[in-house]
């Protein structure tokens, strides 16, 4: 199993593209009468199929129903949670049974020091994607936010803040305590980010002053590069 995650992650990581190497991986793992993949051995799979946008259902639903039938999720790490979920999001396989056992488990744990800013922002951008709203991960995954906020970089910022919006958890401490980090360093953010961050403050309908003419400002200096959908 270590080789074949080790293979489909090396392909991905490069960026060759390789359908056919990665459904014999998915077909051989997917048919094989056991699982016997380790916590990152599984994470770093669903990750190189869902980055080389080559997602192979028959794979994910065995990967997410082993998730789901584990008694514990104490060997998955940070990471190996964070990539996971992002990678079931993005490969648009839903299996809701992964993420509540996920989210039960993130939610019982007595520290999200291990956590980091990005896999902070990569966890709670697969709910709102998966369109799974788990009351308890999203307030604990915010305050974990709130406190950690300056070490957030732009893009984990706009994917956190797009998240929490989605799913309509418009959170008064997250919104204004992002305010601030937002408007003083705008220059790191890009019109997506910058769009993403726009419409989630529209929906929180949070009072603040971070759309002044410094915001308009940066706005107006990526206008040729939006989109129409943007705009």
């Avoid at 080559?54 to 104490?74: C, N, T, W, Y």
């Avoid at 929490?164 to 997506?192: M, W, Y």
Wanted: charged letters at 20%; one cysteine or more; glycine letters at 6%.
């Amino acid at each position: 199993p270590q080789e074949l995650s080790n293979t489909a992650w090396a392909f991905a990581t490069a960026g060759q593209s390789n359908p056919e190497l990665l459904k014999k991986i998915g077909d051989h793992v997917a048919g094989s009468g056991s699982f016997s993949f380790e916590s990152q051995d599984l994470s770093n799979t669903s990750w190189a199929f869902a980055t080389a946008g080559e997602p192979h259902p028959e794979l994910f639903r065995k990967m997410g129903d082993h998730v789901a039938g584990r008694i514990s999720l104490q060997s998955f790490n940070s990471q190996d949670i964070s990539n996971t979920a992002w990678a079931f999001a993005t490969a648009e396989v839903s299996h809701p049974e992964l993420f509540k056992k996920f989210g039960d488990h993130i939610a019982g744990l007595r520290s999200l020091d291990s956590f980091n800013p990005q896999e902070l922002s990569n966890t709670i951008w697969a709910y709102a994607t998966a369109r799974v709203f788990d009351l308890g991960l999203f307030e604990k995954l915010v305050t974990v936010a709130v406190i950690k906020r300056e070490y957030f970089d732009g893009q984990a910022v706009a994917n956190f803040l797009w998240a929490c919006a989605t799913v309509g958890h418009t959170d008064e401490r997250l919104f204004s305590a992002l305010a601030p980090l937002i408007g003083s360093e705008l220059d790191k953010f890009n019109e997506q980010e910058l769009a993403n961050i726009a419409w989630a403050y529209s929906m929180a309908n949070v009072p603040q002053d971070l759309f002044d003419e410094d915001y308009v400002s940066a706005l107006a200096s990526d206008e040729k590069e939006f989109s129409g959908e943007q705009l």
